[in-house]
């Protein structure tokens, strides 16, 4: 069984997350492991050391309650939702939401992260500092970054941008998997800049995809950003996929900051799987 890893501050922008979550899981007959850090004050000045463990008390224990809390709305999601199949793991943890995300991925051998962003909850100040992109680069597993307002729809429409490269073919196999129990459609892009593009690559991948629900797009555009923002809006993307690499982002046809680009618009969730060596 999979393994999905949730951090979550219980805000509306991560209870709406929580649902993606879920489905995903549903998706890749995955586990969810629901995180919540909380961080001890630090403390200056001349207070006395029963005082200094009186104040850590009191926040071990106002984080301990708000987590006990807050887990029946979680499990009331999953309820109402028709997901209460799937296996969910509360944790809590003290201390920085980065390294304990680092360290749950490495024993638990996690295979998801899934996150709501909105650019101001505490957890993402946290864990993308004031660039999104920076946890993305940091982590080596797929992240699945969910807009704030943004509602569950379904994975109907499963956008997936190429370069034709081999090593995609695994993201997109990952995405057939889901695309099959939502009974959802690929599209799979590549964007050209000057109308040219690798046509024997184009009829592999087709014959390869064949009985798949994966159909092909190039668009011809000289920037990638604006073919990747027509795309989503023509074919009503509701999850963007796309593969970042160790030396920039779609490398040879994107420009390294478009992941962030795409980000920062806030149209649709979007799934970074990670370039894999051979």
Known sequence: MKKILFPTDFSETANNAFLYALNLAKSIDAQVFVLHVYELPLITGS??????????ETVELGSFDSFKDNIPQLRQIADENGLNEIPIKFILEEGNLLYILREIINEEKID?????????????????????INAITSMKIPILSIPHGMSFKG??????????DQKDKDALKYLVEIANRHHGKIHCMHVS??????EQALKEWQNEFANDPVVFEIYDNSDPVDAVLDFINEKEI????????????????????F????????????????????
């Open 47 to 56: 207070l006395s050391a029963g005082l200094i463990q009186n104040v850590y």
């Open 112 to 132: 998801y992260v899934v996150m709501g962003t909105d650019g101001n909850s505490g957890i993402e100040k946290m864990f993308f500092g004031s660039n999104t």
């Open 155 to 164: 994975f109907k429409n499963i956008g997936f941008t190429t370069v034709f």
């Open 193 to 198: 800049k000057n109308g040219k593009y690798n």
């Open 238 to 257: 509701d999850l963007l996929t796309v593969v970042s690499r160790n030396k920039g982002f779609f490398d040879k046809i994107f420009s390294p900051g």
């Open 259 to 278: 992941t962030k680009k795409i980000a920062n618009k806030n149209i649709t969730p979007l799934f970074v799987f990670h370039e894999q060596k051979a």
